[in-house]
């Protein structure tokens, strides 16, 4: 009888494999992709009471930059407690909510930054601890975004574009099971390191894909403060996919706005047949006063990346002759008129480094000795 018994649990065991592989399924979007997206992860777990979990709150703002968060969730305050929230290593440095309402199962996180913002690829908003408390099966998602498409009254995101437009148009719920036990599952873009090594994996297609090196991940905009670390057996049990490699570096077209990763000085990009050329914007006031750029264009690089574009510090205004070399010190500076072609020539400067700039630009550098 006992033999039989085992031989029924392996032939039930081997059926789920075949018919629904060795994760579920992942959970389902809720509105679409077009802009930005929330989703938590663990997107589906399976806990016993008593077990204590994390799931984390991750934003991609799909290129655009994002400068405030509305994360508001219900949770199944029957089988669940949330414990905790924590926004230690939240990409967004400002908190305006925070809040659990244990009655009816309702937390609110709400958080901002400064201009420029951030762009997100799978950036952290926050991590919520709960505990589960009882044993429960859910048909459907059991922790949930209230989420309401083009409302900005309910979970959303919101652009640094001067008027705080809400442009989240879909979210990733999630489902907990309590009692069964099984493997937990993460959604596409989750970065998952074991806790007995320090590779990182990025997943994708229920698949487990190696950043090799430090300059790939950043490249790619993915966020350290994103890893999840998790037990060896979760990443164990998702089978290799190809590297992560600097192909998916984004493109830094002519005009193209670049800081280094981490930085908050802004350059602009020009090319001169082979030579690459990038100019500082001085400060958030002269940014603005180009009506063609954008702070949703900035594109965060690898300082290695950065530093490919030689610095010009050569100028001169529209429809002015003179060029000047400037000399920045943070948001001013001083401006330097080169007076001959004698003292270009003499100082060793490359014609080909000088930028066309706007008034305002100009004005913001004082005017310094001559070049002679």
């Known amino acids: 009888m006992i033999i039989r018994k ?7 065991i081997i059926i789920t494999f075949l018919f629904f592989g060795v ?9 679409n992709t077009n802009q930005a997206t929330l989703t938590i992860s663990p997107q589906t777990g399976n806990y016993n009471t008593n077990d204590e979990f994390t799931a984390s709150i991750f934003l991609n703002t799909n290129g655009q930059n994002a400068n405030a968060v509305a994360a508001y969730l219900n949770y199944d305050k029957t089988h669940f407690q949330a414990i905790s929230i924590d926004v230690t290593v939240s990409v967004f440095t400002i908190e305006f909510e925070n809040s659990i309402d244990s009655t009816n199962g309702i937390i609110k996180i709400g958080r901002s930054i400064p201009t420029p913002g951030v762009i997100a690829n799978n950036g952290l908003v926050a ?4 505990k589960a408390i009882s044993d429960v099966s859910p048909a459907s998602d059991n922790l949930t975004f209230n989420f309401t498409s083009g409302s900005a009254l309910y979970s959303n995101v919101f652009k640094d574009d001067g008027l705080g437009s809400p442009f989240l148009s879909g979210v990733y719920n999630a489902k907990y099971t309590v009692g069964t036990g099984g493997p937990v599952t993460y959604g596409d873009s989750s970065l998952l390191r074991a806790s007995n090594s320090d590779k990182v994996y990025l997943i994708e297609n229920n698949q487990k894909r190696w950043i090799p090196t430090g300059e790939i991940f950043t490249v790619n905009g993915y966020s350290w403060s994103s890893i999840i ?15 992560v490699t600097a192909g998916m570096t984004v493109s830094i077209p002519e005009g193209g706005l670049i800081r280094a ?4 000085d802004v350059y602009i990009v020009k090319y001169m047949g082979t030579k ?10 002269v940014f603005n006063s180009y009506q063609h750029l954008h702070w949703s264009d900035i594109k965060d690089i690898e300082k290695s990346v950065l530093d490919s574009f030689a610095t010009s510090d050569l100028v001169r ?3 002015d002759p003179k060029v000047y070399q400037l000399f920045p010190s943070g948001d001013t500076g001083e401006r330097r008129w080169i007076t001959t072609t004698a003292a270009f020539i003499r100082m060793g400067f490359d014609w080909d480094a000088i930028y066309e700039i706007n008034q305002v630009d100009k004005d913001s550098y004082i005017e310094g000795a001559a070049i002679e």
């Open 317 to 319: 205004a529209v429809s």
């Open 229 to 243: 670390v998790v037990d060896p057996s979760v990443l164990a049990g998702y089978p290799d996919g190809p590297n």
């Open 127 to 130: 991590k919520i601890n709960f």
């Open 6 to 12: 085992y031989i029924l649990t392996i032939t039930l």
């Open 261 to 264: 990763a981490g930085d908050i």
């Open 276 to 285: 690459k050329f990038k100019r500082l914007i001085l400060s958030p006031s």
């Open 23 to 31: 994760f579920s399924a992942k959970a389902a979007l809720i509105g």
